[in-house]
């Protein structure tokens, strides 16, 4: 069957944990994880909710293929209204958790109301019951994890957490799980720190039953994983390079936003990119990558765990950070360091333990560092507010920037609620890099056209993940396209966001699509899932997951101006590499997308397409 047919219903303001089914039509209709957890959250709160208000609801989700031997089937996602955004939110994590939700016999858990006291939640199987957190709280995700493990004297359990980041609420904060795995977007963390909610353990031994025809759900994950394995990038590229593969690739086309998106291109891209994480360092003969590392059930293994300079003046005292740990990521590796025209490797895998440590999101907090750099050379802020001399390219500044961000400290007050609000705050909104309020990843819409209507149309704020036309623009992948025209990118844009819904809500990683397409998922699926899952019911789950979180921002205040870019991305032309002179053409592209969507020139589905789709 696919999914373990059971909820659990997490009440802190009255400190219960209740059982419930999970609505089986619902799951025909929204399939898991990511559908299916959206469709109980807009069923169960007010679109117009304070995201940071115990009337704010947050539930954790796995999707029917979680915890198979589907490959990167370790996925859980996190549903929200969005404090960053205000908008819906819905961030994915890899590592181990999602599985062990699966394995205690769970689908998804839903937290409501607000503990008086911070508490986390201990789940062994069909047993769930809440704890006193207060030993916990102020600490970080890492040292969470080791409490807990200790309490419980439990090597193998799973949990997720906040840092102090998400106690404080810095509006980007994010869920950590196995260390360095995280629900990183849109502050979800920030929300879980509302409730006082601390932390969720896991140990689920039950293992994955009910899989609908289990001889051609084996054919079906064994021919999809052979195509990974075949797959240059999937693969070769992937495991052996990271994410950091696109690095050097992004900066050569011109789209790897510097400084703020004040340029294209980086000069020290190199220093910073997949390639440099390769050579031997001249301190200590080292090379910072030690190995690659995947989630659970996953054939691709992208994942980095490197080591730092001990030399480096961010950890030359602290040896807590000498040890392999997590990173560099590609998007990470860029918001720390292009954005704010950092090339200093050591300093920017720092920053990055830091916002593992306590749960931040390194894109949002890079890109507000950059918009903070901005300001100070704009001379609206100054060394005696930041507490530095903040220019572009300093790796103190931002070395001393994270800490005081995670950790709720003098301005890091201000860079904690992200680059809008900071931006507003000193009299320059258009100098905030984002939309809807959440910072943009690392992909300029200039040198590749269609990430600008997919970042303007994101439901929850600039993002990569909701609609990657990278993959075609730049890498061929299904087809190659033209990244600097805006010729068919509205039809492609929404391609990318109903597949990449449909992935995400199956419980897999958005990665497997450099390689898969939809017809690779839906063997898996169909196998797995009882009932009827053809390319076509897929292709419509796609659409109506995401016309259900439109029309949840809609009703939340969200209309077309908020389908919008920053100035400098549609007035300021590119000015070096293959995208010199150009603007991003979102102004022609909009229009074109509402159509190809059913949706009125306001932006809202008609009532022809709710119908359509059965909203
Ligand atoms: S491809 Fe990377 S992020 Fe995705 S599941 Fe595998 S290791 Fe995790």
Redesign the pocket.
């Known amino acids: 069957m696919g999914w373990n047919r059971k909820v659990l219903r997490v009440n802190l303001t009255a400190g219960t944990c209740t059982e419930e089914a999970l609505n089986m039509q619902w799951a025909d209709e929204y399939l898991g994880s990511r559908g299916l957890a959206t469709k109980y959250l807009v069923s169960e709160i007010d679109p117009r909710v304070d995201p940071l208000s115990p009337d704010n609801k947050m539930i954790m989700a796995t999707g029917p293929l979680t915890g198979t031997m589907a490959s990167?089937g370790?996925?859980y996602t996190v549903v929200t209204k969005g404090p960053l955004t205000g908008a819906i939110a819905c961030s994915n994590s890899?590592g181990f958790f999602g599985a062990e939700m699966k394995f205690a016999g769970w689908d998804m858990v839903i937290f409501e109301g607000k503990s008086a006291k911070p508490v986390w939640l201990y789940i062994e199987n069909d047993k769930a019951e809440l704890r006193d957190a207060s030993g916990l709280w102020g600490r970080s995700c890492w040292e969470t994890e080791e409490k807990i493990k200790e309490q419980l004297q439990d090597p193998l359990v799973r949990i997720s957490s906040i840092g102090v980041s998400g106690e404080n609420q810095v509006l980007y904060s994010c869920i950590v799980n196995d260390l360095h795995r995280a629900a990183g977007r849109s502050g979800v963390g920030a929300v879980m720190g509302s409730k006082n909610l601390k932390a969720v353990a896991i140990r689920g031994t039950k293992g994955v039953s009910g899989i609908k025809d289990f001889g051609a759900f084996l054919k079906a994950t064994n021919d999809a994983k052979k195509v990974l394995a075949d797959n240059a990038v999937t693969g070769q590229g992937?495991p052996k390079y990271g994410t950091q593969v696109l690095m050097n690739v992004i900066n050569e086309i011109g789209a790897l936003p510097t400084r703020n998106h004040r340029d294209v291109q980086f000069e020290d891209a190199s220093k910073i990119s997949a390639e440099a994480m390769h050579e031997k360092r001249a301190s200590d003969g080292k090379t910072h990558l030690v190995t690659n590392?995947?989630?659970f059930g996953?054939t691709?293994?992208?994942?980095r765990i490197s080591e730092i300079d001990k030399t480096h003046f961010t950890v030359k005292n602290s040896p807590k950070y000498w040890g392999a740990s997590g990173g560099l990521e590609y998007e990470a590796a860029w918001a720390l360091g292009a954005a704010n025209g950092v090339g200093d490797l050591e300093a920017l895998q720092y920053a990055n333990l830091i916002c593992n440590e306590q749960g931040m999101d390194p894109i949002s907090f890079g890109a507000t560092v950059g918009a903070a750099m901005e300001l100070y050379e704009l001379g609206l802020l100054d060394d005696a507010k930041i507490g530095i001399a903040a220019p572009f390219g300093s790796a103190e500044a931002l070395a001393k920037m994270v800490e005081m961000t995670a950790l709720g400290e003098g301005f890091g007050k201000e860079l904690g609620l992200g680059s809008k609000r900071l931006c507003e705050k000193y009299g320059r909104p258009e100098l905030s890099m984002s939309v809807k309020g959440q910072e943009f990843p690392a992909y300029d819409s200039r040198g590749i056209q269609g990430m600008g209507l997919a970042y303007a149309t994101s439901n929850r704020g600039a993002c990569h993940l909701r609609g990657y036309t990278v993959a075609s623009e730049v890498l061929g992948i299904p087809v190659k396209t033209d990244p600097l025209t805006t010729e068919g990118k509205p039809e492609l844009v929404k391609a990318f966001q109903d597949a990449t819904a449909v992935f995400d809500s199956a419980g897999i990683?958005v990665?497997t699509s450099f390689a898969w397409t939809l017809a690779d998922v839906q063997p898996q699926v169909a196998a797995a899932c009882e009932g009827d899952w053809s390319m076509e019911k897929l292709n419509e789950v796609g659409e109506r997951i995401w016309n259900m979180e439109r029309m949840f921002n809609n009703a939340a205040g969200f209309t077309a101006k908020d389908d919008n870019l920053p100035p400098r991305l549609t007035q300021e032309p590119a000015k070096t590499g293959p995208a010199k002179g150009l603007v991003n053409g979102l102004a022609k592209m909009l229009p074109e997308y509402y159509q190809v969507r059913g949706w009125t020139p306001g932006g809202e589905p008609t009532a022809e397409t709710r119908a359509r789709l059965g909203l």
Do not use: E, K, S, V
Request: charged residues 5%; aromatic residues 6%; hydrophobic residues 40%.
């Open positions: 990167t370790g996925r890899g992937l590392a995947a989630c996953c691709i293994a992208c994942g990683c990665f």
